[in-house]
């Protein structure tokens, strides 16, 4: 048991349709964050909510954006959907300890997404 | 900006083997490393961590690492692989900004042992 949960865990969709994907944080965890894991490539990092607000966001297009909800639990949506969006996404959640140097990632087992 | 490299893409060994998968950093700040593993169809799991201290890492299965400063470098080692290795294996940095941090992976390293 991975201690983060992912739905749906496989979604078939058509370009230019939009998605949803979403995620329950471990536990004791408030922060999350997304990453696409194109195949045969390591995650690349999407963005991170914390406390209800992006803070920071890698290098996509706004046809990715998300959002937190008070009980920490997430959604990644993603519009205009295009044949390069197809991947696996994966929900990150750790916990924000200020100045500590130490966040403990747990991931999900992820959504797999394939855009036809 | 920072980044991770992941020298070998597919490796492929016999049941006893030694194991050593090579990743490089470019990073200019303090760095915290991982290694993590993705064994087919599960949830990435982390196999071990440096922060500071012991440049040497020991982690879980067996596994450990080595940080090199002068090299940027975190070689993952393991002295004897079993099938049951048979993974993909991802470095990490831990990167900073704005007092929020993310992790930045390499592009993985897909291990297969042959019993």
């Known amino acids: 048991d991975a201690g983060v949960t992912q739905s749906p865990t496989h979604l078939i969709k058509t370009r230019g349709q939009q998605v949803t994907l979403r995620c329950s944080p471990k536990?004791?965890?408030?922060?999350v964050s997304w990453y696409q894991q194109a195949l045969g490539q390591g995650p690349q990092f999407i963005f991170q909510?914390?406390?209800?607000?992006?803070?920071q966001r890698g290098n996509f297009p706004d046809r990715f954006s998300g959002h937190q909800f008070p009980n920490y639990s997430s959604e990644l949506n993603v519009n205009a959907l295009l044949l390069g969006d197809s991947a696996l996404y994966l929900c990150?959640?750790?916990?924000?300890?200020?100045?500590?140097?130490?966040?403990?990632?747990?991931f999900g087992s992820g959504t797999r997404l394939t855009v036809v | 900006a920072q980044s991770v490299s992941q020298h070998n893409h597919h490796v492929i060994l016999s049941e006893a083997a030694s194991l050593e998968l090579g990743c490089n950093y470019s990073?200019?700040?303090?760095?915290?490393l991982f290694w993590y593993v993705q064994y087919p169809g599960q949830h990435l799991q982390l196999l071990l961590k440096?922060?500071?201290?012991?440049?040497l890492v020991k982690g879980i299965k067996g596994f450990e690492a080595e940080f090199i400063k002068s090299k940027f470098s975190f070689n993952l080692r393991k002295p004897s692989v079993q099938w049951s290795d048979t993974a993909e294996y991802f470095c990490?940095?831990?990167?900073?900004?704005?007092?929020?941090?993310?992790?930045?992976f390499g592009a993985g390293t897909r291990l297969a042992v042959h019993p």
């Open positions: 990490a940095v831990n990167s900073w900004s704005g007092g929020y941090n993310k992790l930045i």
């Open positions: 909510y914390y406390e209800e607000e992006e803070r």
């Open positions: 990073y200019g700040g303090t760095v915290n």
């Open positions: 990150a959640s750790s916990l924000n300890r200020g100045t500590e140097s130490y966040y403990g990632y747990t």
């Open positions: 536990s004791g965890h408030d922060t």
């Open positions: 440096y922060f500071s201290g012991d440049p």
